[in-house]
C-alpha cells in the first residue's frame, strides 16, 4: 500500500491559488525583516518555510492574520486584500485562517471544554447543543476525548498542541498556520503532530504555511519548500530538491 | 614644580571627563522625560479606546458577571478583615485623646465620619490596587507573553473589548459595593472597640453613629470610589496588555500597576476632596 505524504494528496487537488504574498517587506526599527517576499499557495498545499532563528518566518504569517502590519506589498487571502481590510472584516477573514501557536495559547482561566466553546462562542445560528457536539467531535479528532473537563496545565506538551490544532479546526478554516507545531516535543509526539496535519489537509482540504525547524515534521507535511534568507526567499522546491541542493547552507537544514 | 603641573592636568583630565560626560546625562534625562510623555499618550489613547470599545456593541456580560465575581466576590472577605481592623484599632487610638477632653461620647460620630468620609474608601481602594491591580497586570502580561491575546485576535474576537472592557468596568462597579462593605464592618469593629472599655448598647452607638452623617458625606465618597475603581482597572490592564518584555514583564507589570494604581488612588482623592469642598462647603 502506498505511504501517504502531502503529495499524493496534493496530487489530486486543484491548483486555485488560495494566497498570494508579493513585495512584502517589515522592518523593525533598523531591522528589516522581510525585504521582498512573494509566495503563492494554491488550494490544498502545505508550503513549510525554513529559515534561521529571526529570519522573519513567523512575523510572515503574523502579517498574514493581521496581528502585524507589514510596511509594504500585498496579502490576497480568500480572494480579500488583508492589509486594506476594516476590523470588522478582517475578523470574519480571521475565522476562516487557523493558526496554531508555537505554545499552543490556550486560555489558562478555561477548561478544554471552555477554550474549545471560544471560537464559537459569536456564532448565533448555532444551538448549544450542536456547539458541545462539534466541541466533542473536535476533541475526538485529535485523541483527546478524556480531557474535556481538564484545566490546560494538567496537560502535556503534546496534549496542548493538539488541543490548540483542535481549536483552531472547529471552525473549518480552509488556510492553515502553523508556527513551529512539533518545536519542544519528543519525536513521537512530533511524528503524531505532523501526521495530523496531514490528516487535516486531507479531511477539511486546508492550504497551510507550515514554519519549521523539524525536518521529519517537514518531511511528511510539506508539498513546496521555501528557504529564508535576510529578508528574502533564497531557495524554493520540494523536500527531496533542497535536500540535494548545491547551496551547503541550504544542505545544512537537513543535516 | 613638576608636581603643580601633574595636579594641573590632573584637574584638566577631571574637568574634560566631566564636560564629556555632560552630553550624555542630558541625554538620559532627555530619554526619561520622552519616555514619560510617550507613556502618557499612549495611556490617554488606551483610555480613549477603552470608553469607544465599551459604547460599542456587542457587550461581554458573561465575562463582566465572571469578572465582577471575581474582583468583587473575591475580595470581600479581605475587605472585611481589613475593615473590622480598622474600625477596632481607630476607635482605640482615638479614645484616649477624647477622653482628654471629655468627648468620649463623640467617639461613634467622629469614627463613622472618618471611615465614610475618608479612610474606608482609600484603604479599600488601596487593597484593590494591590489584591486585583496586581492581580489583572501579572494576568494580562502572562496572556500576552504565551500568545493568548493574539489567540482571541485570530479567531476574530475583540480581546480589548473581552479582556480589557471587562476587567476595567469590574473594578469600576465593584470597588464602590467593595467600600460600601468596608465602611459597614469597619464600623461594626469599632462598636467592638468601644465596648472593650465599655458598655454601650448596639442601638445607642448606631444612632450617635448615622446622627452625625449625611448624604453630602456618603455619595460624594461612592462617587470617588468608582474613579478609584477605573482608574485601577485601567492602569492595571494597560500595563498588563502593553507588557512586552517575556517573563520578566510579568513581574513588572503586576509590581507597576501596584504602584501606579496606588499613587492614583491617592491623586484622583486630592482632586476629589477640592472639588467635593467647592461644592459642600
Not at chain 2, 467593595?178 to 472593650?196: E, Y
Amino acid at each position: 500500500m502506498m505511504e501517504q505524504t502531502a503529495k499524493n494528496i496534493l496530487d489530486s487537488k486543484q491548483n486555485d491559488v488560495i494566497v498570494e504574498i508579493s513585495h512584502l517587506k517589515k522592518t523593525f526599527g533598523s531591522n528589516e525583516v522581510l525585504k521582498d517576499i512573494n509566495i503563492k499557495i494554491n488550494k490544498g498545499e502545505n508550503l513549510v518555510v525554513l529559515g534561521k532563528s529571526g529570519s522573519g518566518k513567523s512575523v510572515l504569517i503574523k502579517c498574514l492574520v493581521g496581528l502585524i502590519n507589514p510596511d509594504e506589498g500585498k496579502m490576497i487571502a480568500l480572494e480579500k486584500n488583508i492589509s486594506e481590510l476594516k476590523i470588522d472584516e478582517l475578523n470574519s477573514i480571521r475565522k476562516k485562517i487557523g493558526f496554531l501557536f508555537q505554545s499552543g495559547a490556550l486560555y489558562d482561566s478555561m477548561t478544554v471544554r471552555e477554550n474549545l466553546l471560544f471560537p464559537l462562542r459569536d456564532l448565533k445560528e448555532i444551538s448549544k447543543e450542536e456547539k458541545i457536539k462539534l466541541v466533542e467531535e473536535a476533541l475526538k479528532n485529535v485523541g483527546l476525548e478524556d480531557t474535556i473537563d481538564k484545566m490546560p496545565s494538567e496537560l502535556s506538551g503534546g496534549m496542548r498542541k493538539r488541543l490548540g490544532l483542535a481549536r483552531t479546526l472547529i471552525l473549518k478554516p480552509e488556510i492553515m498556520l502553523y508556527d513551529e507545531p512539533t518545536t519542544g516535543l519528543d519525536p513521537i509526539t512530533s511524528k503524531e503532530i505532523s501526521e495530523l496535519i496531514l490528516e487535516v489537509q486531507k479531511k477539511y482540504n486546508t492550504s497551510s504555511i507550515i514554519i519549521t525547524h523539524d525536518m521529519a515534521c517537514a518531511k511528511i507535511t510539506a508539498n513546496r519548500m521555501i528557504v529564508l534568507k535576510e529578508g528574502v526567499i533564497d531557495a524554493e522546491g520540494t523536500f527531496d530538491e533542497l535536500e540535494k541542493s548545491e547551496d551547503k547552507w541550504i544542505r545544512s537544514f537537513f543535516e | 614644580m613638576n608636581s603643580t603641573v601633574t595636579q594641573l592636568s590632573a584637574k584638566i583630565n577631571k574637568a574634560k571627563d566631566a564636560l564629556g560626560k555632560l552630553p550624555s546625562k542630558m541625554e538620559n534625562q532627555y530619554n526619561v522625560f520622552q519616555i514619560f510623555f510617550v507613556n502618557v499618550a499612549n495611556f490617554s489613547i488606551f483610555t480613549g479606546r477603552f470608553f469607544k470599545e465599551m459604547i460599542k456593541p456587542p457587550y461581554e456580560f458573561n465575562e463582566l458577571m465572571k469578572q465582577s465575581y471575581l474582583i468583587g466576590y473575591k475580595s470581600l472577605s479581605l475587605v472585611g478583615i481589613t475593615g473590622f481592623i480598622m474600625g477596632l484599632v481607630l476607635t482605640i487610638q482615638s479614645r484616649p485623646t477624647l477622653a482628654e477632653f471629655g468627648a468620649e461620647s463623640w467617639l461613634p460620630a467622629m469614627i463613622s465620619v472618618s471611615i465614610v468620609r475618608e479612610i474606608g474608601p482609600v484603604i479599600t481602594a488601596l487593597i484593590c490596587a494591590g489584591k486585583v491591580g496586581s492581580g489583572i497586570g501579572a494576568e494580562l502580561a502572562s496572556m500576552k507573553v504565551t500568545e493568548q491575546i493574539d489567540a482571541m485576535e485570530v479567531s476574530g474576537t475583540n480581546p480589548f473589548k473581552y479582556v480589557i472592557v471587562t476587567r476595567v468596568l469590574s473594578t469600576t462597579l465593584m470597588l464602590p459595593v467593595l467600600t460600601v462593605f468596608n465602611d459597614v464592618i469597619s464600623m461594626f469593629g469599632s462598636f467592638a472597640g468601644v465596648n472593650i472599655k465599655g458598655d454601650v448598647s448596639f442601638h445607642l452607638y448606631f444612632a450617635q453613629a448615622f446622627a452625625q452623617l449625611s448624604f453630602t458625606d456618603v455619595i460624594p465618597s461612592i462617587i470617588k470610589t468608582i474613579f478609584f475603581g477605573l482608574a485601577i482597572g485601567l492602569i492595571a490592564c494597560y500595563k498588563g496588555y502593553n507588557s512586552n518584555k517575556g517573563t520578566e514583564g510579568v513581574g513588572e507589570a503586576a509590581n507597576s500597576s501596584v504602584v501606579l494604581a496606588s499613587l492614583m488612588v491617592f491623586i484622583v482623592d486630592i482632586v476629589a476632596v477640592q472639588i467635593t469642598s467647592l461644592f459642600i462647603n
